[in-house]
């Protein structure tokens, strides 16, 4: 019997379209003789499943839709939002709650992670090295010459909580710096600066098994 999958698309951030993208890329991989995959779009307070040109309201007690006579659950879930609420914790924890196994880590790992400054904060407890850095919240005041005093150039300013380099700038002047900050603060309330660090960037992904 095939299992029913639910591509999770979507979310509410700058990267919506980069998800979209990502989700079709994924439809395009999974065997349907082995599944029948639907993909699901978020945004906001709608969630839909898009098929065959209609669209079906997911009724988000258990995370299922109606199709014709029936009822379709889920027996999977593909995360594939980039950004709130699928980096987040929060769809993580809404899945844990309805009980449905999703790919990607727990949502406390999420939600650590996905904010910057407090996965720095994390680490540094355990010796882990990671680049000079302050953080700056949207309606408090800062100082430009304090942030040049306590950071090195080149640096890069980010959004604390995004990614997709939505928002990031790298500065090598103080003249640039107040404007890289307002760029980061439209699409997050708090800005994380860090000092550039020259090296070899590293991925390894996990895998439950």
């Known amino acids: 019997m095939k299992k029913n999958i ?40 709608k ?40 980096e987040d914790g929060k769809l993580q924890s809404y899945f844990d709650l309805v009980g449905i196994p999703y790919t990607s880590c727990s949502a406390n790992i999420s939600a650590l992670t996905f904010n910057k400054f407090a996965c720095k904060a994390f680490l540094k407890e355990f010796g882990t090295n990671t680049a000079k850095s302050l953080l700056l919240r949207k309606n408090e005041p800062f100082d430009i010459r304090d942030i040049q005093d306590k950071l090195n150039f080149p640096c890069f300013v980010k959004p604390n909580n995004s990614g997709s380099s939505f928002g990031i700038s790298k500065v090598n002047d103080g003249e ?14 708090e800005v994380i600066i860090e000092e550039f660090v020259d090296g070899t960037e590293i991925s390894c992904g996990l895998v439950k098994v």
């Open 6 to 45: 639910a591509i999770v698309a979507g979310g509410n951030s700058s990267e919506y379209t980069i998800s979209i993208n990502s989700a079709k890329e994924l439809r395009l991989v999974l065997n349907p003789e082995k599944y029948n995959v639907y993909t699901v779009l978020i945004q906001e307070s």
């Open 47 to 86: 969630w839909t499943v898009i098929e065959n040109n209609r669209e079906f309201s997911i009724n988000k007690n258990d995370f299922s839709f109606k199709l014709n006579d029936g009822i379709i659950h889920f027996d999977c879930i593909l995360m594939a939002i980039h950004g709130t609420p699928g």
């Open 176 to 189: 640039g710096l107040r404007t890289a900050i307002f760029n980061a603060f439209i699409e997050d309330d």
